[in-house]
């Protein structure tokens, strides 16, 4: 299944961090010469075309995840994100799909 259609009709929340999160992989890219800025640019245009919602997550509750798991904050706030809204977590990251399945949140891993 291609990664767009994933996403179909799907209604999507991430933590506001993610925007940010995006923007510094972009910016690794660019860096490391694997890509252009017009590449960059043109990619974070398609990027902000997506329609997401983003709110804030509870930091002490994001805090606790990282800890317990040996997560990094921002990968917490991904499980936080979609452990409080009770939505599947999307993902590349197999280790974060482990720790979100392990917490019985619903993981969509994509490939």
């Known amino acids: 299944m291609a990664h767009v259609q994933l996403t179909q009709d799907a209604a999507l929340t991430a933590p506001s961090s993610v925007h940010w999160e995006v923007g510094n992989a972009f910016s690794a890219m660019i860096r490391r010469r694997r890509l252009t800025f017009d590449l960059a640019a043109r990619a974070s245009e398609i990027y902000q075309s997506i329609p997401i919602r983003f709110i804030d997550v509870d930091l002490t509750a994001s805090l606790a995840i990282a800890s317990e798991h040996g997560l990094?904050?921002?990968?917490?706030?991904?499980?936080?994100?979609?452990?409080?809204?009770?939505?599947?977590?999307?993902?590349?990251?197999?280790?974060?799909?482990?720790?979100?399945?392990?917490?019985?949140?619903?993981v969509v891993e994509v490939s």
């Not at 409080?84 to 590349?92: E, H, I, N, V």
């Open 72 to 106: 990094y904050a921002y990968d917490a706030y991904l499980i936080e994100c979609a452990r409080a809204r009770k939505s599947p977590l999307l993902t590349l990251d197999r280790s974060l799909a482990r720790v979100a399945a392990g917490m019985m949140i619903d």
